[in-house]
């Protein structure tokens, strides 16, 4: 997974100010995100945002009209052959021939790559766990295998970074769980996994940054825990209210503060509900008993990445 602060990460994938301009209308707004090696980056935004712009021009399916994209160091468009070695991508459904075996299929797509022997074919047939059913019709697969099956042909040509474009979509909850574990097996083995997705329930499970794009813009940018953190609540239990509210209403870390009238745990204490990141609630604490205040409880209230994209993106919803 992703490697610590302290440590050096080497950059697989930089989007540095790329902008699109389509018919005089600016379509991607000048976004900027890296990936490293060995993670899983969540791509997020609803319908119409520039996610599926911006996974093209990731793969030089169409360019840029400013700024940069560079994948192992190579230039997506002025090194196209290079940069296009070290990265493996499935955009949509993966494109398969139903009416041969899932081998055959392999077989097809390696003779267009240059060193991809059938010793490679059976190492990403292991990879994805299909050995069983490889030499079967691939119009006998579920929609999970054909899927798996579309990420071995992307393997083939031992790619640095993996695209996924929605790799869940339309997959049961097993289904869903399998394909997730399974893209966590890949990065444990030092794959980079770019991963766009609708089902934010999944991203948070899976994958260890986020950039968050709405109307061609990248607003957010981060581990995902720590972007949950930014948005978190804490609800206070003190003693005296009227004290307690002012130097929470005064305390830097606080940026919003509402006082439950509704709750009440002693004749001159209340609750109150604090939006901060958790990461200050040692200091505040901190502050509150060293001003008098009486603690009774805290308690943290993280929200879900849901939350968090709705807030940041104003109610915009994804799919």
């Known amino acids: 997974m992703t490697a610590s602060a302290d440590s050096p990460r080497t950059t697989v994938l930089s989007v540095t100010n790329v902008k699109k301009r389509i018919k005089n209308k600016e379509i991607i707004k000048g976004i900027s995100f890296d990936v490293y090696a060995g993670e899983i980056f969540g791509f997020l935004g609803p319908n119409g945002s520039g996610k599926t712009t911006t996974i093209r021009m990731l793969v030089d399916l169409i360019r840029p009209t400013e700024g940069s994209i560079q994948i192992c160091g190579f230039d997506v468009h002025e090194q196209h052959d290079q940069a296009m070695r070290h990265v493996g991508c499935i955009v949509e459904n993966p494109e398969l021939y139903s009416y041969l075996t899932g081998w055959e299929n392999l077989e097809h797509f390696a003779n267009m790559l240059p060193d991809v022997d059938a010793q490679r074919i059976a190492e990403v047939v292991e990879i994805v766990s299909m050995d069983a059913r490889i030499h079967d019709k691939v119009r006998t697969y579920s929609l999970g295998m ?174």
């Open 146 to 319: 054909r899927q798996r099956l579309g990420i071995a042909q992307a393997l083939l040509g031992r790619p640095s970074l993996l695209i996924l474009d929605e790799p869940t979509n339309g997959l049961d909850p097993q289904g869903i769980k399998e394909m997730r574990e399974f893209i966590q097996r890949l990065a444990a083995g030092g794959l980079s996994l770019f991963v766009s997705s609708h089902l934010l329930s999944e991203i948070q499970q899976m994958c260890d940054r986020v950039a968050i794009i709405s109307h061609g813009e990248v607003i957010q940018v981060g581990a995902v825990d720590e972007l949950v953190a930014q948005g978190g609540q804490v609800v206070w239990s003190l003693a005296p209210a009227a004290q307690a509210e002012e130097l929470l209403g005064a305390a830097s870390a606080v940026t919003a503060l509402e006082r439950l009238d509704d709750v009440h745990i002693v004749a001159d204490g209340a609750y109150f509900q604090a939006q901060m990141n958790q990461e200050h609630v040692p200091l505040v604490t901190k502050q509150l008993i060293d001003a008098g205040i009486r603690l009774y409880a805290v308690e943290i209230k993280n929200p879900t990445l849901e939350d968090l994209f709705l807030s940041l993106t104003e109610g915009e919803r994804i799919g």
